[in-house]
């Protein structure tokens, strides 16, 4: 027998469970359950695929109470584990994350969706465990099973158990009945019943309990899916998203599909009420669960579902497949992308129908999973209509999200471009030099402060005919409140020094039509990749030449015309290539930029403001 320590941060889980603040411990059953039926599910997909040899004729859970004894086992002949499996997957924590899920766990009163949330369930039994035992022998492996034994004080023992049947036998002896924490005698009938038909009554396996001679199945064990929505209560559908998604919340839409005729499969798909922790971290599970002819076949079919998409859970269950179809063929398989295709447009076709018809459901959706929808943008060109339909936006002209379509009837006589400005936040958007211009003429503009704003808006060329426009690249050419005559000549010789002097900042330096109180601003040139995604693409490693930017004047501004006289005075003033940089360094910060060179241009502007004292 070996005697063996937690890592660091289980032992802090363990902790945690112990002295759990969840009132809700009912959980720790229905996670023992769910891993039974999954290591039942393992077992039956490696018969089919491959070949193991196994009786798969009486897959089952089985759960057994002692009341005198005080303990609850819960048993499955599934695929089992072998003694490096049960290290790996309970002796430590080998997931990323866990740091996470320990903050949110010691800040949270009431988050018992975490303890699913991040693969974690087998420790909720220390919730109501002083002890908790594990036997487990790994299906087609010969000679002895393993036993794991842990009080939860940050050390386990694991030994050999010769005579463990295939499968996994886990039993939980537990803690005296503690009725101000909200501890029930989970060693009663009454109570296993209650919890089985409430988290796990769709588990597909039986799940039995014997009492006496007599031995019960509590669960109907009923695909879901399969059944007519009006014979479905809205309960047992977020029962059982809660169980294939280890979301405790209530889903936010229910999506059933039924196709049939050359190729038949139904489909049972939910939008969640909110953004998982993982939703943007590449090694984050992802895709539906895919059923052939109500056989499990795998979890997390990515070639079911794309990845903007990630989200959405469910079940997809076909009638046509084999039952050993692999994750490579099933990248091939065109009924497969035939399924993906519709469920594409159905799970788009519903959000639209949330935006028409529940304003409330609608803008939850799109505040949880509307980074992610707009990735559809960038590859997924057939559907990209459909996702600009759907999809809102912030905007100057008021504070709730605007669809592209309202944007576009809203637009000015003889306007053909719909106007946006990018950002890392709205603030900092309205505030910039380049809207001056706009708001001065009350022209709306979309304020987009995702990150993946900076790459969708190069890859959709118009929508509905009207082009996308940044109102921080290229010339702007909105029409004038009254004829003004155009000062360019007047002020030629300084343009030519401000470029001469700052031809390695900037490509260009010109008047601006888009400045009416700040004195400059810097633009990209139509073609040109904006500093954002330029710094994107550096932090990505993909290095190249900086690319310069357009320096645009406001002729009007004091600042700008004093310069224009003092160049032409005193065009040999040795403070000109300063104001120059200063003027350079006002423009860059008044965007958000980053400066090359801090503390030489604080070090200009103190010594400029010294000499105005």
């Avoid at 605007?402 to 719909?418: D, F, N, S, W």
Wanted: glycine share 6%; proline share 4%; with cysteine.
């Amino acid at each position: 027998m070996e005697t063996l320590e937690f890592q660091a941060e289980a032992r802090q889980l363990l902790q945690l469970m112990v002295h759990s603040i969840y009132s809700n411990k009912d959980i720790f059953l229905r996670e023992l359950i769910s891993n039974a039926s999954d290591a039942l599910d393992k077992l039956r997909l490696a018969t089919l695929q491959d070949g193991l040899e196994a009786d798969t004729s009486d897959l089952h859970i089985e759960i057994e109470a002692d009341t005198e004894a005080r303990t609850l086992t819960i048993r499955d002949n599934g695929i089992g584990m072998t003694h490096e499996e049960v290290v790996e997957l309970i002796g430590t924590i080998a997931k990323s994350g866990t740091a996470e899920l320990l903050t949110k766990l010691k800040e949270a009163k009431e988050s018992p969706e975490l303890i699913g949330q991040f693969g974690v369930g087998f420790y909720s039994t220390f919730m109501v465990a002083d002890k908790v035992e594990l036997v487990t022998r790994k299906a087609g492996t010969e000679g002895h099973g393993t036993r794991w034994e842990s009080a939860g004080e940050g050390t386990y023992t694991i030994d050999d158990a010769p005579d463990a049947p295939v499968g996994t036998t886990v039993t939980v002896h537990l803690r005296p009945k503690d009725e101000e924490d909200a501890l029930y005698d989970y060693a009663d009938e009454w109570k296993i019943k209650e919890i089985v038909k409430r988290y796990s009554d769709f588990i597909s396996f039986p799940i039995k309990m014997r009492s006496g001679e007599q031995v019960d199945t509590l669960n109907s064990m009923k695909a879901l899916w399969a059944r007519p929505r009006s014979e479905v209560t809205d309960e047992e559908y977020h029962q059982f998203y809660r169980h294939i998604s280890h979301d405790w919340s209530d889903p936010l839409e229910i999506i059933n599909m039924k196709a049939e005729g050359t190729f038949e499969y139904e489909a049972l798909l939910f939008l969640p009420s909110r953004a998982p922790h993982d939703l943007f971290q590449r090694d984050s599970p992802r895709g539906l669960q895919l059923y052939v002819k109500r056989v499990f076949i795998m979890d997390d079919s990515k070639e079911l579902i794309p990845d903007y998409l990630r989200f959405v859970k469910g079940v997809v269950d076909a009638a046509d497949l084999s039952l050993n179809i692999s994750r490579e063929i099933l990248q091939q398989d065109r009924h497969i992308q035939m399924i993906r295709r519709r469920l594409v447009k159905k799970v788009l076709s519903t959000i639209k129908d949330l935006l028409a018809n529940n304003p409330e459901k609608y803008a939850t959706f799109w505040r949880e999973f509307g980074k992610a929808v707009k990735e559809g943008l960038l590859n997924d060109q057939d559907n990209q209509k459909a996702i600009l339909d759907i999809a809102t936006f912030s905007s100057t002209a008021g504070t709730e999200p605007t669809t592209l379509a309202a944007y576009v009837e809203r637009m000015k006589e003889g306007q053909e471009e719909i106007y946006y400005l990018t950002g890392d936040s709205r603030s900092q958007v309205e505030n910039s030099p380049h809207m001056e211009a706009f708001q001065a003429q009350d022209y709306e503009v979309l304020i987009l402060t995702d990150p993946v704003d900076e790459i969708w808006v190069e890859a959709v060329p118009d929508f509905d005919g009207k082009k996308l426009q940044s109102v921080a690249r290229g010339n702007v050419d909105l029409p004038k409140d009254k004829e003004e005559p155009e000062p360019e000549g007047d002020f030629a010789p300084l343009l030519t020094f401000l470029k001469e002097k700052l031809e390695e900042q900037v490509k260009d330096v010109r008047l601006s039509h888009r400045l009416t109180t700040s004195a400059a601003c810097l633009v990209s040139d139509t073609d040109d990749i904006t500093p954002a995604l330029e710094k994107m693409y550096r932090a990505m490693g993909q290095d190249g030449p900086r690319v310069k930017r357009i320096l645009e004047l406001n002729p009007n501004h004091p600042l700008v015309s004093g310069l224009r006289t003092a160049h032409e005075t005193s065009a040999d003033d040795d403070a000109l290539p300063e104001t120059a940089e200063l003027l350079y360094g006002t423009a860059l910060l008044a965007e958000g930029g980053d400066l090359e060179d801090p503390a030489r241009f604080a070090k200009l502007l103190a010594d400029r403001l010294a000499k105005t004292v």
